[in-house]
């Protein structure tokens, strides 16, 4: 059970602890230790019940949140189709559970809130991304070095291992994006590379960090502003320079947290790849099965319920079935990912494929 504390706490425990850390040796560069979804395929969400349309709701955020890890794209629920899929979320569902998480005040009061843990289908996800068009960042995905300095009014300070709780928005944040950041160790040497974080100088923090693997870098700085907290990054990837932002917020934390999300922004915009499934089409599909108005109804409806069918257009009817012609949005091929056989079954290929009516 995750314990929160407001960022000044954490600030000032990470500065009582830098006598300390030349003391500290580490193996290796860990993570951050809250308990939160592992698999791509997990999410978790606060709710404010256990009621059934609370967990509806909270299955479609976490369903989004999920196709937010697999393709890297935080807007990914604005894309077509996925709003649509989205409203399906609890026929993906493999299986859910809660838990409480406290959180202590400022003031010593703890609250608690409640988090639906939401795992799916991984067959069923795999194919609603293909036949959606989504972009996937594919696994395993690499571990940035995080070097980040704070500097609360008194110095600039690096975070290391021994300060990981300090850094716990962005390393949370990054595994909600889908990946991982480390940390240095934050021996001596590395300490006195707060300098070099502060002024920018990415060719000195890559030599620094080749002891580590992979050679990517998320260097980032946050100090006071006007408004209250500002943050500058920069993202490195095999001593290149993928992207530079800056963001000011009132609270430390997020300022912070928005370190992970421009690394993932980046990281996305060179690695991540489009299914090639299909691409958008009319196709003229024969529909079998239907013997009066009550049969055409559910045919219509069944079509519109698919995130992939963006328009509907009968063409003529025959003695053999309803001809029309389908907008699809990955064409034929994500129509094919996405049908349901328990209500429509394909019973003929070619260039014009049939399929009835069950």
């Given at each position: 059970?995750?314990?929160?504390?407001?960022i000044a706490?954490?600030?000032?425990?990470?500065?009582?602890a830098?006598a300390?850390?030349?003391?500290h040796a580490?193996?290796q560069?860990?993570?951050?230790?809250?308990?939160?979804?592992?698999?791509?395929?997990?999410?978790e969400?606060?709710?404010?019940s256990?009621?059934?349309?609370?967990r509806?709701?909270?299955?479609?955020?976490?369903?989004?949140?999920?196709?937010?890890?697999?393709s890297?794209?935080?807007?990914?629920s604005?894309?077509?189709?996925?709003?649509?899929e989205?409203r399906?979320a609890?026929a993906?569902?493999?299986?859910?559970?809660?838990?409480?998480?406290?959180?202590?005040?400022?003031?010593?009061?703890p609250?608690y809130?409640t988090?639906?843990?939401?795992?799916?289908?991984?067959?069923?996800v795999?194919?609603?991304?293909?036949a959606?068009?989504l972009?996937?960042?594919?696994?395993?995905?690499?571990?940035?070095?995080?070097?980040?300095?704070?500097?609360?009014?008194?110095?600039?300070?690096l975070v290391?291992l021994?300060?990981?709780?300090?850094?716990?928005p962005?390393?949370?944040?990054?595994?909600?994006r889908?990946?991982?950041?480390?940390?240095?160790q934050?021996?001596?040497?590395?300490?006195?590379?707060?300098?070099?974080?502060?002024?920018g100088d990415?060719g000195?923090?890559?030599?620094?960090?080749?002891?580590?693997?992979?050679?990517?870098?998320l260097?980032g700085?946050?100090?006071?502003?006007?408004?209250?907290?500002?943050a500058?990054?920069?993202?490195?990837?095999?001593g290149?320079v993928?992207?530079r932002w800056?963001?000011?917020h009132?609270?430390a934390?997020?300022a912070m947290a928005?370190?992970?999300d421009?690394?993932a922004?980046a990281?996305?915009?060179?690695?991540?790849?489009?299914?090639p499934?299909?691409?958008?089409a009319?196709?003229?599909?024969?529909?079998?099965?239907?013997?009066?108005a009550?049969?055409?109804?559910?045919?219509?409806?069944?079509?519109?319920?698919m995130?992939?069918v963006?328009?509907?257009?009968?063409v003529?009817?025959?003695p053999?079935?309803?001809e029309?012609?389908?907008?699809?949005?990955?064409?034929l091929?994500?129509?094919?990912?996405?049908?349901?056989p328990?209500?429509?079954?394909?019973?003929?290929?070619?260039?014009v494929?049939?399929?009835?009516?069950?």
């Amino acid at each position: 059970m995750h314990v929160s504390r407001p960022i000044a706490r954490m600030l000032a425990g990470m500065l009582a602890a830098a006598a300390l850390w030349a003391g500290h040796a580490f193996a290796q560069r860990v993570e951050g230790e809250r308990a939160v979804a592992q698999s791509p395929y997990e999410a978790e969400v606060p709710v404010r019940s256990q009621g059934e349309s609370e967990r509806e709701a909270g299955f479609a955020r976490a369903l989004a949140q999920v196709f937010g890890k697999l393709s890297g794209d935080r807007s990914v629920s604005s894309r077509p189709g996925v709003g649509q899929e989205l409203r399906r979320a609890a026929a993906y569902v493999e299986h859910y559970d809660y838990r409480q998480d406290e959180t202590v005040g400022s003031g010593g009061a703890p609250s608690y809130q409640t988090m639906l843990v939401v795992r799916f289908r991984q067959e069923d996800v795999d194919a609603l991304a293909a036949a959606l068009g989504l972009p996937i960042w594919p696994q395993p995905r690499p571990k940035p070095v995080l070097w980040l300095a704070i500097d609360d009014g008194r110095g600039p300070r690096l975070v290391g291992l021994a300060q990981r709780n300090a850094a716990q928005p962005v390393l949370r944040r990054a595994i909600e994006r889908g990946y991982r950041l480390g940390l240095p160790q934050g021996n001596a040497a590395e300490q006195a590379a707060v300098g070099a974080i502060w002024r920018g100088d990415t060719g000195a923090i890559a030599r620094l960090s080749a002891r580590y693997s992979p050679p990517m870098q998320l260097i980032g700085k946050l100090y006071r502003s006007r408004s209250g907290w500002k943050a500058d990054w920069i993202f490195v990837d095999d001593g290149r320079v993928l992207s530079r932002w800056s963001e000011e917020h009132a609270d430390a934390r997020r300022a912070m947290a928005t370190g992970a999300d421009g690394a993932a922004d980046a990281l996305v915009a060179r690695y991540a790849k489009v299914s090639p499934v299909g691409e958008p089409a009319v196709q003229r599909i024969v529909f079998t099965g239907i013997h009066g108005a009550a049969d055409y109804l559910r045919l219509s409806a069944a079509l519109q319920r698919m995130s992939v069918v963006r328009g509907i257009r009968p063409v003529r009817a025959t003695p053999d079935g309803l001809e029309a012609e389908l907008d699809l949005l990955t064409g034929l091929a994500g129509f094919r990912r996405i049908v349901d056989p328990a209500v429509l079954q394909e019973e003929g290929g070619g260039d014009v494929p049939v399929y009835r009516l069950r």
